[in-house]
């Protein structure tokens, strides 16, 4: 059986940086399960077709066709129970308020800070489809929307309670990555990916904890293509 | 066998506004455990030297003596295992969390919103104290940090994820209210007893949710003393 995974990538097929597929990937390795990834282009809406689905990630398990980050990593903790990822009840709940963190806490301060960088690793083709959609969003141009400086002031307030929680414990899931760790790490994959900003200081607790997930499962984060990598793409 | 909590009080015996003291008042509730509370003031050390620490709350349950918020909740989990608060490994890990959430992210931009009420509403003698000690954390006058505008400001933003949570869940915890909830929610207890100042948008999902804890447990927190009540008391 082939496991597939559709993943987003940029102007190289092996520039993977969605924060999204990024959850899935650690999940899989978590979880000791291969993986063939595909890459896809936000404007390549028909070749999700099969999935009805119009956004990565998408994982095809088999017969069974899973989308979005967090019901994958779900589905996934159903049908491989070993080493779970969101656990039962009480603690899938409490799992859930780490998603609702990365997408709505540490998400928009990274995105002031790197979409310009983010909007230079996105495929030529997908260039017109990503800024218009993100215009609208964030009502106004990349550019305007661009600001280091509140960004990463924005990211700051917003790492207080991570940097409390592993100043006492390697892992937000403890001693152990779990769930937690790679709902909030794909965002970290996402800014490393596409740019060279330090997001965080040398010294602090998180940038302890980024290293340490880049060397899990065998530097699976570290291994990962940067757009930095790609000569004369980095702007 | 009586079990006593000691309580931060205010100008008032029956103002008790300790956020710390709060989670632990809704944790016995959730357990359904009885407790008598006593009240206890800043400078009253000497009231607390048989447990050797010098921070409220503390609890006395038969011969176990019990201090920090977070350890009294796991205490009740460890004795009292019928409606966990915690739970276990993955989740506790989670919880921990939820801890670090209130204070580094919601408690900062509550304190510079509700720091003069906060002041008002602690006891005269307790004041010169309060002062000191806060001054010297905040590094400048208590009336140097008081900027509503900001601490709003910072408060919305860092509502975010619980925000998300709350639009798909009516608890952190889930269906049910659990110890995530009530770790957060201290932190309401404590500007509702000192302040009448309105923290979120009647329309916030988190106001819903407040209104929620406020009627749980027979309304336990409806029912505390604010410092509204006391004819005069409030500036």
Same mark, same amino acid.
Request: proline content about 5%; overall charge negative.
């Given at each position: 059986?082939?496991?597939?995974?559709?993943?987003?990538? &940029?102007?190289?097929? %092996?520039?993977?940086? %969605?924060?999204?597929?990024?959850?899935?990937?650690?999940?899989?390795? /978590?979880?000791?399960?291969?993986?063939?990834?595909?890459?896809?282009?936000?404007?390549?809406?028909?070749?999700?077709?099969?999935?009805?689905?119009?956004?990565?990630?998408?994982?095809?398990?088999?017969?069974?066709?899973?989308?979005?980050?967090? =019901?994958?990593?779900?589905?996934?903790?159903?049908?491989?129970?070993? =080493?779970?990822?969101?656990?039962?009840?009480? $603690?899938?709940?409490?799992?859930?308020?780490?998603?609702?963190?990365?997408?709505?806490?540490? $998400?928009?301060?990274?995105?002031?800070?790197?979409?310009?960088?983010?909007?230079?690793?996105? /495929?030529?083709?997908?260039?017109?489809?990503?800024?218009?959609?993100? +215009?609208?969003?964030?009502?106004?141009?990349?550019?305007?929307? /661009?600001?280091?400086?509140?960004?990463?002031?924005?990211?700051?307030?917003?790492?207080?309670?991570?940097?409390?929680r592993l100043e006492e414990a390697d892992f937000l899931d403890g001693d152990?990555?779990?769930?937690?760790?790679?709902?909030?790490?794909?965002?970290?994959?996402? $800014?490393?990916?596409? %740019?060279?900003?330090?997001?965080?200081?040398?010294?602090?607790?998180? /940038?302890?904890w980024? +290293?340490?997930?880049?060397?899990?499962?065998? &530097?699976?984060?570290?291994?990962?293509?940067?757009?930095?990598?790609?000569?004369?793409?980095?702007?």
């Amino acid at each position: 059986m082939t496991r597939v995974l559709y993943e987003l990538c &940029g102007i190289d097929e %092996s520039l993977r940086f %969605s924060p999204f597929c990024w959850r899935v990937r650690y999940a899989l390795a /978590h979880k000791g399960l291969d993986v063939e990834t595909r890459p896809w282009r936000f404007t390549d809406k028909q070749a999700l077709a099969f999935a009805d689905h119009d956004k990565v990630p998408v994982l095809v398990d088999g017969d069974e066709v899973v989308t979005d980050s967090y =019901a994958i990593l779900r589905y996934l903790d159903r049908t491989y129970p070993q =080493a779970p990822l969101l656990g039962d009840a009480l $603690a899938e709940a409490r799992g859930r308020f780490f998603k609702h963190y990365a997408e709505r806490a540490l $998400a928009p301060a990274m995105m002031r800070t790197i979409i310009m960088d983010l909007f230079n690793a996105v /495929h030529p083709d997908d260039r017109a489809y990503f800024r218009e959609s993100r +215009e609208k969003r964030f009502g106004r141009t990349l550019e305007e929307f /661009h600001s280091p400086a509140k960004g990463l002031a924005q990211l700051d307030a917003a790492l207080g309670p991570m940097r409390g929680r592993l100043e006492e414990a390697d892992f937000l899931d403890g001693d152990a990555p779990g769930g937690a760790d790679y709902l909030v790490f794909g965002n970290f994959m996402w $800014a490393r990916c596409v %740019s060279s900003a330090d997001l965080v200081s040398n010294a602090d607790p998180v /940038h302890a904890w980024v +290293e340490r997930l880049l060397d899990l499962h065998d &530097g699976l984060g570290r291994r990962a293509m940067r757009v930095t990598d790609i000569e004369g793409a980095y702007r």
